[in-house]
């Protein structure tokens, strides 16, 4: 197996309780999400699948690509029989990588770097893999640096100039341009080939000056020495060279880098002539980047390239004061540096700044400036090199502003905004306060759910550009991540003034694509300096007090409190522990009896959970459900519910007793997160259990949330034979309108129109209504809550089917149940 298929098999494996079925969900996840184009195909080389990232490469529609050949997408020469052929060798577990390119869908061409590996599922290789990466960028960067090595090396030839590398650990060198030839006779070859001979062409009086330069470079520096060499025919020549230290990506030395030309008629005219200034600026003249020369601040001499650079001639810079050339805020720097410099007396060491200077039109950049203190005539002067590093600062700028800014609202981002803190903490003054207000969009996933992620961006910018508005200068308002926002404001009672403005706009609802959108908005509210003098622990307590709003129902304001505080640890212990407790399998399910009005038979039974922990004690349901609900554990709890519920069904089925129906509640955390009808029809394979004997119960609430999706799940369950009951039914906001959609087994009418009905005749003409309907629709209804024997009279004078209650029996034990039905499940 290739290293490919084996690490592909191996991210399969460490999947937590791996499965075949979990292969699947961690193959789809990673199909979906990959940033990479993947497709699937078949033997024949048809695209079976693609992925998001790889429909935004070809630049079709996903009807447009699936079910074609993926030859019809290539632009090459093979033909389709050359890619059946490959396909069969990588489905034999080999991996093939090459570089082709492709069609897109607007007709240019695309360089890809495709990978292709086995396709594997349930341990069997079903087709292959596609991986496709864009490399034209890559290509056309490797085509233009070929190019400008090109140029550079026709330029350096014209110069007369030449390249090499060395190594500083085995001291030999590696590489020397053509050009080495012309200056010293010897070839290319004949310097990279030979360990000394690049060593002994130095003169030996100079030889020095090579160890300056090789020792200077071995600490990090950039160095150059003008120094004497032998001809290959016996003469002498002076040569300038330049060595650069080259690093790996460790920040080890690897190499130095350099540029030699050369200097020989420069230097012996300079001798000639007995003018040492003149031969150390006709070198200057020859460096490509600017350089300028300056005493106690007068400008005395600027290269060519210096001159281009700022835009003068050296004549009239000349009469000039360096810093007419630096910005008015960099003055002051720059003459103190030089200060120092001067009086330090170093001559060896270089001075680096990043300033803002000016060009003679009065433009500003920012240069580089490396500065060294020489001595001429026994007067300082100070040699400065210039780059300009404008487009690096900026893209330095540019990155540090994606690091501190959201991109989609523009607004701080989490590190902004705590740094924010963080500074208004170092800058506030004794006793004085400050307030951080955390703001949380209320069910704004179920925005996401209904109208997809890009519709949920677009509610995210709608909503931060009111709170912008709301807030306006009076604080500053940042994006802490999701749907969830900060501001920070000057006082506590400036926040509480902007948090009532701030329910008060969202009651007029945003406009999002043409889509009127209501939200209410959770807000916790944290002051400096009592509820935290840290800008991390500030920012925790505000979130205590909105997660405190969030438990309070939402669309409020919740000040931060350590009893608030204190509730909120209860809930991370109790999550933890109710966790541990299913592991423990402290969680059993209790049952109660479902009556037949007419028969007084048991004809179902609804699962109930309860959690009694090691010690005895039980955790009533209303607390750790609640719980289980916010932090998605729900969907844990669910499953076991159902597969225990299951279980015991059909044990007591295999005793002989009579088949009764049981119902399972099922929330809506388990359709949202959970292959709902998959997860039944595994439960209901594992025992062999009939679908006819599984209820699932749900909410009216359950259906308002993703009505279309979740209606069609509830369409395949009931075509599978599961019995669908609607619990609570008539405290919804849609009673009927979902009817319309899909026709349930059963209705329950909500017990609290049960407990009105005796003293109430608008609850009893309610629930008469209800019946009614539910038998006109050829519905079962079933009445829980039944307590009383006057309640049970009105129920059979309506005609209701089946009752549920602690009048007949409270949730029960499966051992006290299992007496029940040997009973022949009558109940008196």
């Not at 990588?97 to 990978?115: E, K, N, P, T, Y």
């Not at 090109?150 to 007369?160: D, F, G, I, V």
């Not at 299951?646 to 129906?661: F, I, N, T």
């Not at 809506?668 to 062999?688: R, Y």
Request: with cysteine; hydrophobic share 40%; glycine share 6%.
């Amino acid at each position: 197996m290739s290293d490919a298929n084996l690490f592909y098999k191996k991210q399969m494996l460490m999947v937590p309780n791996y499965s075949h079925q979990s292969e699947e969900n961690v193959f789809e996840q990673f199909f979906v999400h990959h940033p990479d184009g993947l497709c699937c195909l078949n033997e024949e080389g048809c695209i079976l699948d693609i992925n998001p990232a790889g429909l935004a490469l070809f630049g079709y529609q996903k009807d447009w690509v699936v079910g074609h050949d993926l030859s019809e997408f290539l632009q090459w020469t093979g033909s389709r029989e050359d890619i059946k052929k490959e396909i069969l060798t990588v489905m034999q577990g080999k991996k093939k990588s090459f570089q082709l390119s492709i069609r897109h869908a607007d007709g240019h061409i695309i360089d890809m770097a495709v990978s292709v590996i086995p396709h594997w599922r349930l341990g069997q290789v079903i087709g292959v893999l596609g991986i496709f990466r864009d490399v034209s960028q890559e290509n056309q960067i490797s085509r233009e640096l070929r190019s400008i090595r090109s140029r550079l090396s026709a330029m350096l030839e014209s110069l007369e100039m030449v390249m090499w590398s060395v190594n500083l650990i085995k001291d030999e060198i590696l590489f020397c341009s053509s050009g080495v030839e012309r200056l010293v006779g010897y070839t290319s070859e004949e310097l990279v080939l030979s360990k000394d001979l690049w060593r002994s062409i130095f003169h030996p009086e100079d030889d020095w000056l090579r160890e300056q330069l090789v020792d200077s470079v071995r600490q990090g520096n950039k160095s150059k020495i003008i120094h004497r060499v032998f001809h290959k025919n016996g003469s002498v020549r002076f040569m300038a060279t330049h060595g650069v230290p080259v690093f790996d990506e460790g920040g080890n030395l690897i190499r130095m880098d350099g540029l030699s030309y050369d200097m020989t008629e420069y230097i012996l005219k300079e001798q000639e002539l007995g003018n040492e200034r003149k031969k150390f600026y006709t070198v200057l003249e020859l460096i490509p980047d600017p350089i300028v020369i300056h005493h106690e601040g007068q400008l005395d001499y600027l290269n060519p390239a210096a001159c281009q650079l700022f835009g003068v001639v050296n004549e009239k810079a000349r009469t000039q004061s360096v810093f007419s050339y630096c910005s008015p805020d960099a003055r002051d720097f720059l003459a103190s540096e030089m200060q120092q410099l001067v009086s330090s007396g170093n001559t060896h060491s270089f001075v680096k700044h990043e300033l803002v200077l000016l060009r003679s039109d009065g433009t500003e950049f920012i240069g580089e400036t490396t500065c060294k203190l020489f001595y001429e005539n026994n007067h300082p002067a100070i040699v400065t090199l210039i780059r300009d590093v404008t487009e690096r600062r900026q893209q330095y700028d540019y990155l540090a502003r994606v690091a501190y800014v959201c991109p989609l609202t523009q607004l701080p981002n989490r590190n902004r905004f705590l740094s924010i803190v963080e500074e208004t903490m170092r800058s506030t003054v004794k006793n004085m306060e400050f307030a951080v207000l955390m703001l949380n969009i209320d069910r704004f996933k179920y925005v996401n759910d209904s109208f997809g992620y890009s519709f949920g961006d677009s509610v995210i910018r709608e909503v931060a550009d009111r709170l912008s508005r709301i807030v306006a200068s009076n604080g500053v308002v940042a994006r802490m991540g999701g749907d969830e926002f900060g501001i920070l404001f000057e006082s506590e009672s400036q926040a509480f003034s902007a948090a009532n403005r701030i329910l008060k706009q969202f009651e007029t609802p945003l406009t999002v694509q043409g889509k009127a959108v209501y939200l209410t908005l959770s807000m916790g509210l944290a002051a400096y300096p009592r509820d935290g003098e840290e800008s991390e622990g500030l920012l925790k307590h505000a979130d205590v007090a909105l997660y405190a709003a969030k438990e309070a129902g939402g669309n409020c304001l919740r000040r931060y409190q350590s009893l608030t505080h204190s509730s909120w640890l209860d809930n991370i212990q109790l999550d933890a522990e109710m966790r541990k407790a299913l592991e423990q399998q402290e969680f059993v399910l209790y049952y109660q009896p479902k009556i037949d009005m007419r028969t007084r038979r048991i004809v179902a039974m609804e699962a109930l959970l309860r959690w009694v922990r090691g010690d005895g004690k039980s955790i009533p349901p209303s607390r750790f459900i609640t719980l289980a609900e916010q932090t998605g554990f729900i969907v844990n709890l669910g499953e076991f519910a159902m597969r225990e519920a299951c279980r015991q069904m059909m044990e007591w089925r295999a005793r002989g007793l009579q088949d009764v129906k049981v119902s399972v509640n099922v929330s809506i955390k388990q359709f949202l997160h959970a292959n709902m009808l998959e997860q039944v029809q595994q439960t209901l394979s594992a025992v062999d259990m009939p679908p006819s004997l599984l209820d699932i119960e749900i909410t009216e609430s359950v259906l308002m949330q993703n009505q279309r999706d979740l209606v069609s799940i509830l369409k395949h369950l009931l075509k599978l034979g599961v019995d669908i009951s609607i619990d609570d039914f008539g405290t919804g906001y849609s009673s009927f309108g979902y009817l319309r959609e899909f026709m349930p087994s059963s209705i329950k009418i909500d017990q609290s129109f049960i407990h009105r009905m005796k003293d109430d005749w608008r609850e009893q003409a309610i629930v008469s209504t209800l019946v009614q309907m539910a038998h006109n629709l050829h519905l079962n209804v079933v009445a829980e809550g039944v307590e009383t024997e006057e309640q049970l009279e009105i129920l059979q004078t309506l005609g209701c089917d089946v009752l549920q209650g602690f009048y007949f029996s409270p949730p029960v034990s499966s051992e006290r149940m299992n007496r029940m039905l040997l009973e022949e499940g009558y109940i008196d």
